[in-house]
């Protein structure tokens, strides 16, 4: 019994000995935390340490997504020009548009897209009607932080990626980028537009006759691209103002703008004589003997009353475009075998040198450019004023309906895309400094050139008549570039004086830059929009 009872008492002691243990252990612990707890000795360290992985990854991620942003405003610039270009060419470029369209896009990309990219390419799509062209880049963008988490997922990357980042889903981002361009007529889609070219077609465009071939190719190339083929949303339309020593309204316009002329012919001859004689029929017209009934250095000329051409008005109304309701513009008198001609060789075409009013018939107009011939002296200030009048409302009811001007009030409109409803706008081209002007409808004796009559023109001079004309013109809200085509100084300070501002006016020298000047007009009012 005391064995077994001893023996209890061992088995006692024993069981009871490891709680005891286990409570002393317990306590320790319990001590052991408390002290910790109770010490603050490098817990920012150890807070540091925890969170600096996730820090890191959030500033990488920064890093990467920022890069990626950087590319992406970058490619959209590139896109831009891209889109335009296309456009640009889309407007001139009238044999296989497309192609040249793509390929100008291209070498704009190639040229501004980012480098700081594992690849970057380009698509371009055109709309089915080739007025709108879509450019789309996608771009690999290098990601070097976020590519960590390749040992995390061993994922590759996707088919299609370029060599860069085929091993790693997440060592490259891939961007889309997409501008487009649209080819909206009136400059900038939302505007109507009105645009009259004052042609020069005196003697000098002939000297050498380069000259006039290289007018008539840059009119011609600016109404391509000014007038729309599509007109059912916004019109387009361009008038023709040819100039010498008069304008020639035609047949039928010039009594209802110039009234009925009393007498048609002088009371009496007035005879002439000169030194030489001009033997050489060639020679003739070049030295303007065309006017009279001989070629020879005596005999007599009568004037005539033009059956279609007409001068300068005068009086109040001479620097208005009010309409000739209340004032005419003046006659034109001139030499035998000149009546049809305003100063420029006789020719049987009556549509030579005709004004045009504004019309969308691209066919018209440029068949009117090619029969544009050359002759006689430089009455700019008549440019001016019939350029004026085929945009102005006031004359209108001389016009086809279709022909027009829109109200002046249009141009302060705001229409579609916050654009003005409407913009009219005078090209004004001359090749010389004006220099003759009309009294009674003949030269005056103030003109620059011998004069027919004593008296002087009650305007002033063609310059001091064209300045004011120009004044009136941007008073009534009329756009005004002005091309000089190899002037002189004078011209040239008038020229600038006139356009709307500096960068209306264009200097050219050569053939090549009129064309150029043409078609930077024409693109400036038949401007792109893009619409992303």
Known sequence: MRTSAGQRDLVTVRDVEPASVSKRAAAGRQALIARLVADRSGSVAMLFGLMLIPLAAVVGLAIDFGRAYTVNSHTQAALDAAALAAGRVAQVEKVNTLTKAEAAANAYFDQAKPTNVVASTMTFTPSSDNTEFTVTATSWVKTPFLGVLHALFKNAG????????????????????????????????GSNVEVALMLDVTGSMCDPCTKITDLKAAAKDLIDIVVWDDQSEHTSKVALAPFAEAVNVGTTLAPLVRGVPIVNTSSTAESFTTTSVLNDPTKQPTKQWIKYSKASGRGTKTWVVSSKCVTERVGPQAFTDAPPTVAFVGKGYFGTNATTSCGVANHSDPEV????????DKTLLKSRIDKLATGGSTAGHLGTAWAWYLLSPSWGYLFPPGSQPAPYADLSVLGAGNMPKLRKIAVL???GEYNINYCKGVEALNSNQTPDIKCNSENGKSLAQATSLCTAIKNAKIEVFTVGFQVNSTARDFLKNCATDASHYYDATTGDALKAAFRDIALKISSLRLTH
């Open 353 to 360: 040198n005709l004004i045009v009013p504004l019309t969308n």
């Open 158 to 189: 996707p088919s299609g990626a370029p060599a860069g980042c085929q091993s790693n889903r997440f060592s490259c981002v891939t961007l889309t980028t997409t501008a487009t361009a649209a080819l909206k007529v009136g400059g900038g889609g």
């Open 429 to 431: 081209m001359t090749d």
